[in-house]
């Protein structure tokens, strides 16, 4: 079985992630929900990405509607261009995304903006036909990705939101002046985010509904290199990858032999990769991709993805753009509002550009999922190595038999420990049967209660990765699981 | 100013929540976002939910899709019972919910089952017409409150769930068995549904996208008193409301006297009780009240609102409903799959009947900022008396002065704590005026560096409500904050 195939197994037995309406026939595909162990997990990650981006760097958070209204998408451009490009068959009425489809069967890679025409000739060129029923393709169409909302009796025109971040842009204004905002300004929001994809696949991986965690800076425009906390870390080293290949260089080389356009870039690709750093992905399977003009979002005047290496190839992680002042441009224009601030460091008024890092959550997941499993075939075991902070289950409570009071014992200690941390009680079945359980889904710790305990309050805690035990106080017992398991590695 | 109107400006200009979509003009009613106060409390709202309803009752977490397929609400009923009466102008076309229109303008309550001709009938003997612009009504009809989506490019008919609690009752099968589930299981679930409101109103009150938590208790209708956990709080006084009055008794008394209809709902909605005691909602000011047959949804057997006086009238903040086997034996019967689950206990297989409480988290932090909304007129002062563990800020950091190095060591101190606390630095205005900004959205404690500080590493600690002032060492610091921070009250 490949790795992709052994998570997907994990998730679906162990409740990490399952198809949502799995009982029903007419579930629609591209829906997935998360069970109680994706849940910790992924609300342990959103957490960290609190911690290590949001309050780290002092940027407020919002959550916004995911119904909005159809100016927004006018003046964001989607209604006109979030569009895929669509080929039916003539004959049986499936339908394909047209540059996945052509990639599959020739290989090869059409651009973001390939052309309707493009599109047909390739078709006939390569003698494509339906891979259902072998019928004709018609011409080629384009298909908008949003779901369309009626609102109300009178059924008014609204779409769930295709990004999270027209929220932040909408908001701006009022965030900028209740919260008295200066200049650069980082709004984030986690939130769900909708797109109608022609063919979703990869549970996770190609969602119609899912979650992102944005993150849109707000800048002046003439003042992207002054932006002193870069200091601290502009000796990062950063694995770029650029024009096919791989450069290892310090954030302050690539802004000075602009690689990196600014300072202000240069920042916070810097923090996204610490943060990165701290999930236990493998960074040398992660790399900084420059995007080539064919392949950048409508509105990005230059963008990097953070991609992750994964069994089944790169995975785009977080969409770093640079939008300029595109989105405010835009909802300035329809909206008729003026979206300008003052900049008290320069004294002018500026219509605020934007640098965005758009991540992908349950993409996320995936990954660190990917790269901490570990078959250890020593031990006949399958370990999920995830780190403390981020693990579904931090301890679990076993009784190593479950008379002579030694349940009533391990349910009182896991009754006092259940309200501060993740830990779950379980009494059945054999003792290195539970650690197997705990350990596949990534439990750093196992505390047994045995007949010692009765006599001397004491309890063993067993390490997931060495296997190893220690004796300890019960009294100790949550200092210990704090102390170890907040530890934040990098 | 009234006390709605009063919180209202509050969210509006100190960035708790404002409405949706607001630069433009075809922004749709009933759509709010929260802004980054509104979500530091919300989140924080959310964390003692989980910890002291999920984690204390040992329930499982689930996040499932909104978007679900439309067997989905054919087997809740939804789709042929989950309307508002509706009436329309003839003359201008204008919608307005029936009931509530009827109750404005009469103050004759509807029940919730009202039947189209009872409806036209009271128009009719009321003369109501039209009061936009005085026209006749037409005969009403019933509007269906659900949101449809059309999926892919065969735009398969799909809806957003109208409540979270549809996604446990489609998962509780894989649920069950992958997490080795025994009955009595409660699953919980944070999240958003949709409701088309005819007339969206009142901010958080009435929004067509909202948060629910929901739990579902799945248990056997033949041991609902077999509930060990009960005796520890049975002895909890309820203030229940029924048939129009009050009757304060303990748990245990209103199940002896058949009120409340067995241990299982009694234990939960203590356990319910308990929670709201450590929001800091007037307990005074709350009630569980029984609803009538023509008040219950369609689908409960038996039901109590968990209810809180605000200026505005008493609010329905957790519906709590008995809906017996009507959600699993509905998806069966659709699906075709069998629910039945053993019950190890008494050795039979059993179709689980659901007793759920279904919280509003708007409503809730709604409520929650009303009954901390305190007008000192004493010190000229509006202070948010919110539980720390509840505050958006839990702590200001102030210079006195920005010069002579007390910004810096200010600035040292907040980023000290600013990963582990929700802190917030200040240094624009004067003390005081900075003191009334922290009061006003509630910040329990306000850290100030002064000259000594400098001298011997001490900072001043105030208190948010005795405005009392404490020296401690920074060091001591973070200590402080977390032992009086997360001191939990009830």
Redesign the interface.
């Known amino acids: 079985m490949n790795t992709y195939d052994t998570i997907m197994k994990l998730a ?4 990490f992630y ?1 198809p ?10 591209g ?6 162990t ?3 997990m ?1 609300n342990r990650f959103v957490e960290l990405w609190r ?2 981006l949001v ?2 760097d ?1 940027m ?13 998408f006018i003046a964001s451009g989607h209604i006109t261009n979030f569009t895929d490009p ?1 080929i ?1 068959c003539k004959q049986c009425g499936s ?1 394909f995304r047209a540059d996945k489809h052509i990639a599959e069967i020739t290989g090869h890679e059409l651009p973001e903006l390939a052309s309707g025409s493009e599109i047909d000739n390739i078709i006939v060129e390569n003698k494509l036909s339906c891979p259902k029923c072998g019928g004709p393709f018609e011409k080629s169409t384009r ?1 908008n990705m949003m ?8 059924n ?1 025109e ?1 779409y ?1 939101r295709p990004e999270t971040c027209q ?1 932040i842009f ?2 701006f ?3 900028f002046k ?3 905002g200066r200049l650069p300004l980082a709004i984030a929001q986690l939130g ?1 985010s ?1 797109r ?3 063919a979703p696949r990869q549970s996770l991986l190609r969602l ?2 899912f979650y992102q965690a944005e993150i849109e800076i707000f800048c002046n425009p003439n003042r992207l290199d002054e932006v002193p906390k870069f200091e601290e870390m502009k000796k990062k080293v950063l694995r770029l990858y650029i024009n096919d290949s791989y450069q290892e260089i310090t954030a302050q080389d690539a802004v000075d032999q602009l690689i990196i356009p600014n300072n202000l870039v240069a920042y916070y690709l810097t923090l996204l990769v610490l943060f990165y750093e701290k999930t236990g992905i493998d960074m040398n399977r992660t790399r900084l991709r420059q995007l080539s003009t064919s392949e950048k979002a409508f509105y990005a005047s230059f963008a990097f993805d953070f991609e992750v290496e994964t069994s089944i190839g790169w995975l785009e992680l977080v969409a770093c753009n640079y939008r300029s002042d595109y989105d405010l441009r835009g ?1 300035s224009t ?2 008729k ?1 003026n979206l300008h601030v003052i900049d008290p460091i320069d004294n002018t008024k500026v219509l605020p550009n934007v640098f965005e890092l758009s991540m992908g959550i349950d993409r996320s997941i995936y990954s660190i999922l990917e790269h901490s499993f570990f078959e250890d075939f020593e031990h006949e075991r399958t370990v999920l190595r995830l780190r403390p902070y981020l693990a579904p289950i931090l301890a679990g409570i076993l009784p190593l038999i479950t008379k002579d009071g030694l349940r009533e014992k391990a349910q009182l200690i896991y009754s006092q420990l ?3 941390f ?1 830990v779950f ?1 379980d009494e ?1 079945g054999s003792i290195g049967r539970r650690y197997r359980r705990l350990e596949e889904i990534g439990a750093p710790f196992a505390v047994t209660v045995d007949r010692q305990t009765l006599s001397d309050d004491t309890v063993t805690i067993r390490n997931r990765d060495t296997m190893l035990q220690l004796r300890i106080q019960i009294s100790e017992l949550s200092n210990y699981l704090h102390k170890e398991a907040y530890k934040l590695v990098s």
Chains 1, 2 share one sequence.
């Open positions: 679906l037995e162990r409740g399952f949502s309406c799995e009982i029903y026939g007419d579930a629609p595909a829906f997935w929900d998360y069970g109680p994706g849940v910790n992924k911690r290590e309050r780290r002092g407020l958070e919002i959550d916004g509607s995911q119904i909005m209204s159809k100016s927004i669509m039916i339908t298909f779901f369309k909302i009626g609102i109300g009796p009178s008014d609204a769930l929220s909408v908001d204004p009022r965030i209740t919260m008295r769900k909708f109608n994809e022609i119609r509904e909802h329809v909206s509002q259940k309200l501060d993740p009680y059945s």
